[in-house]
């Protein structure tokens, strides 16, 4: 298969020429190689690779045969390195498959690598120390989003049709909007975090993955989706399958429009009309959208704060437990300054001050769960501004504490971390691009709990009306003159 051929099929059409002998699940590996040969210079999006050790039936799943990549962080494939983008953490080796692994294994998957996170998955942009800058295939000064950016540069550019990520603040949504890919956060437990752990930051982390297509990743959350043994909850299982849903008529909704932040923050010009343009195309599909002020039930302060709390208590357990795994110091030898700074923070948040945040977790939840009463849906930009150029984030953060550190990634994704604090599904969607500089904007849609089916059937439709596959970046594998 050439390569340029390669590129223009999504997950389950790759799947389906497996079935019908087309093609064979090796020759999609070499073609998955070949890509990254081809683009990975050029982004930094995927840290190793290795030869496929999978060899699923074909036909046996309506993925099997599909090459992948899983991401730098929480999810374990025996015998491969898991760094969790970190010098710290670095030559950290799986011992056994976590239960997401396994699953993607059994969904026929054939996974050849693992792509960049920032350190700890704590950021919105991808560039940690340990591996260097990834870099946006729509423009190579720019950053990708976070922390699942390597994932979103890598299947922008054609490397894989779909890639595992991970969303504890927006970190499928916000690399989907700044690549032109789709990417859906599913429901607190919809997809088991076991076996090392119950939850991840008190169940703000969820995994899921980004695709180019609605399918793909509708797809994979069926063959993914459901509790393991010991989780200490799970979400309601679908009606459906959600591929299924994906193709349905999603029925007149009421739309909830957001397009100012809960912190105030301005929203640029041509994100502010992508959204009110994005309305504008559910009322011509039917649905009513009114502007809503959603309540997180809190003030932004105290949102800040109780995040800061328990995302800087879980990152202590995290670096005690590598340093002293691999007895080695913390210290800015091995750990980037913005996470010396919240490690020394968390250290110092009590007990009762983790419980008060458990607490606004609690009310912004309910807040939040009255909203979808009344709705149900609600629009907002997934980010207020455009993909800002690489070492952005650094600028105006130095000195900054742990506290400090959060309110500045929060203030420059300030739509999308409520949705995981109260757990509930958000997607952002490629529905639109700048006019100026051609960087894709995505359109953020949430959702009650447990309503990914809602957001598929709507996403689906979104897609029939208005088709972004043919939106390719610059950099893309078969469009590369040595490719």
């Given at each position: 298969?050439?390569?340029?051929?390669?590129?223009?099929?999504?997950?389950?059409?790759?799947?389906?020429?497996?079935?019908?002998?087309?093609v064979?699940?090796?020759?999609?590996?070499?073609?998955?190689?070949?890509?990254?040969?081809?683009?990975?210079?050029?982004?930094?999006?995927?840290?190793?690779?290795w030869?496929?050790?999978?060899?699923?039936?074909?036909?046996?799943?309506?993925?099997?045969?599909?090459?992948?990549?899983?991401?730098?962080?929480?999810?374990?494939?025996?015998?491969?390195?898991?760094?969790?983008?970190?010098?710290?953490?670095?030559?950290?080796?799986?011992?056994?498959?976590?239960?997401?692994?396994?699953?993607?294994?059994?969904?026929?998957?054939?996974?050849?690598?693992?792509?960049?996170s920032?350190?700890?998955?704590?950021s919105?942009?991808?560039?940690?120390?340990?591996?260097?800058?990834?870099?946006?295939?729509w423009?190579l000064?720019?950053?990708?989003?976070?922390?699942?950016?390597?994932?979103?540069?890598?299947v922008?550019?054609?490397?894989?049709?779909?890639?595992?990520?991970?969303?504890?603040?927006?970190?499928?949504?916000?690399?989907a909007?700044?690549?032109?890919?789709?990417?859906?956060k599913?429901?607190?437990?919809?997809?088991s975090?076991?076996?090392?752990?119950?939850?991840?930051?008190?169940?703000?982390a969820?995994?899921?993955?980004?695709?180019?297509?609605?399918?793909?990743?509708?797809?994979?959350?069926?063959?993914?989706?459901?509790?393991?043994?010991?989780d200490?909850?799970?979400?309601?299982?679908?009606r459906?399958?959600?591929?299924?849903?994906?193709?349905?008529?999603?029925?007149?909704l009421?739309?909830?429009?957001?397009?100012?932040?809960?912190?105030?923050?301005?929203?640029?010009?041509?994100?502010?009309?992508?959204?009110?343009?994005?309305?504008?195309?559910?009322?011509?599909?039917?649905?009513?959208?009114?502007?809503?002020?959603?309540?997180?039930?809190?003030?932004?302060?105290?949102?800040?704060?109780?995040?800061?709390?328990?995302?800087?208590?879980?990152?202590?357990t995290?670096?005690?437990?590598?340093?002293?795994?691999?007895?080695?110091?913390?210290?800015?030898?091995?750990?980037?300054?913005?996470?010396?700074?919240?490690y020394?923070?968390?250290?110092?948040?009590?007990?009762?001050?983790?419980?008060?945040?458990?607490e606004?977790?609690?009310?912004?939840?309910?807040?939040i769960?009255?909203?979808?009463?009344?709705?149900?849906?609600?629009?907002?930009?997934?980010?207020p501004?455009?993909?800002?150029?690489?070492?952005?984030y650094?600028?105006?953060?130095?000195?900054?504490?742990?506290?400090?550190?959060?309110?500045?990634l929060?203030?420059?994704a300030?739509?999308?971390?409520?949705?995981?604090?109260?757990g509930?599904?958000?997607?952002?969607?490629?529905?639109?691009?700048?006019?100026?500089?051609?960087?894709?904007?995505?359109?953020?849609?949430?959702?009650?709990?447990?309503?990914?089916?809602?957001?598929?059937?709507?996403?689906?439709?979104?897609?029939?009306?208005?088709?972004?596959?043919?939106?390719?970046?610059?950099?893309?594998?078969?469009?590369?003159?040595?490719?």
């Amino acid at each position: 298969m050439k390569l340029h051929e390669y590129t223009q099929y999504d997950a389950v059409g790759l799947a389906q020429l497996v079935a019908r002998g087309e093609v064979t699940a090796t020759e999609l590996a070499s073609a998955a190689h070949e890509a990254i040969s081809a683009v990975n210079p050029h982004l930094n999006a995927v840290v190793e690779n290795w030869p496929a050790e999978d060899a699923p039936d074909p036909g046996s799943t309506p993925l099997a045969g599909v090459p992948f990549l899983i991401k730098d962080l929480a999810v374990a494939m025996k015998g491969k390195r898991v760094e969790l983008g970190s010098r710290l953490a670095a030559g950290n080796v799986a011992a056994a498959d976590s239960f997401l692994m396994r699953r993607f294994r059994r969904a026929g998957l054939v996974t050849l690598g693992r792509t960049a996170s920032p350190e700890f998955a704590y950021s919105t942009t991808t560039e940690p120390v340990l591996h260097g800058a990834t870099r946006n295939p729509w423009d190579l000064t720019r950053t990708p989003g976070g922390s699942s950016g390597g994932s979103a540069a890598a299947v922008a550019a054609g490397i894989t049709p779909l890639a595992h990520a991970t969303d504890a603040a927006g970190s499928i949504r916000v690399p989907a909007a700044s690549t032109g890919l789709f990417g859906l956060k599913p429901t607190r437990g919809r997809v088991s975090m076991g076996p090392d752990a119950d939850e991840v930051f008190n169940g703000l982390a969820v995994h899921g993955a980004l695709s180019r297509t609605v399918r793909d990743s509708a797809t994979l959350l069926d063959l993914i989706q459901g509790p393991e043994s010991g989780d200490p909850y799970f979400a309601t299982p679908p009606r459906r399958p959600y591929a299924e849903e994906s193709t349905r008529d999603p029925g007149r909704l009421r739309v909830g429009l957001l397009t100012t932040p809960w912190n105030g923050r301005a929203v640029e010009p041509a994100v502010h009309e992508a959204t009110l343009a994005a309305g504008r195309l559910l009322e011509s599909l039917g649905h009513r959208v009114e502007p809503t002020d959603m309540h997180l039930g809190v003030s932004w302060e105290e949102f800040v704060l109780a995040n800061a709390r328990l995302w800087t208590a879980n990152l202590v357990t995290w670096i005690d437990g590598f340093a002293e795994a691999f007895a080695r110091p913390v210290d800015e030898t091995t750990v980037e300054p913005e996470m010396l700074a919240s490690y020394a923070w968390g250290r110092r948040v009590s007990g009762a001050d983790f419980v008060r945040a458990l607490e606004v977790r609690n009310r912004v939840a309910r807040s939040i769960g009255t909203h979808f009463a009344r709705h149900d849906l609600l629009l907002t930009p997934t980010l207020p501004e455009l993909p800002v150029p690489l070492g952005t984030y650094h600028h105006g953060a130095e000195g900054a504490d742990g506290l400090g550190w959060l309110a500045h990634l929060f203030h420059r994704a300030p739509f999308t971390a409520a949705f995981n604090v109260a757990g509930t599904p958000a997607m952002s969607v490629p529905l639109a691009s700048d006019p100026a500089t051609g960087m894709p904007i995505g359109l953020q849609f949430a959702a009650g709990y447990g309503r990914e089916d809602v957001l598929f059937r709507l996403a689906g439709q979104l897609e029939r009306a208005a088709p972004w596959a043919q939106r390719t970046p610059p950099v893309r594998a078969g469009a590369l003159p040595s490719a």
